[in-house]
């Protein structure tokens, strides 16, 4: 996948939101890299880089479990 475009971003933010991150404190870029990436930059936002190689759906499955092993107390949740 060389993109991401908005039916990606809707499936991505349905899962942050289910986790309860606030959607101001998620950032999803509209280009790829590698295995996809996940870090925290300024602001305390959460950035989520999709794939570019292998399958974007089972990448997605893996999203919330992925989420849930990192550290991150910094980033905004929903009240």
Do not use: C, Y
């Amino acid at each position: 996948m060389d993109a991401v475009g908005p039916p990606e971003i809707q499936k991505i933010l349905a899962i942050t939101d289910a986790l309860g991150f606030h959607r101001e404190a998620v950032v999803v870029p509209l280009w790829t890299d590698g295995a996809g990436k996940f870090r925290v930059i300024r602001g305390n936002r959460l950035e989520i880089t999709a794939p570019a190689q292998g399958d974007f759906e089972t990448w997605l499955k893996a999203l919330p479990g992925t989420l849930q092993a990192m550290d991150l107390s910094a980033v905004r949740r929903s009240t």
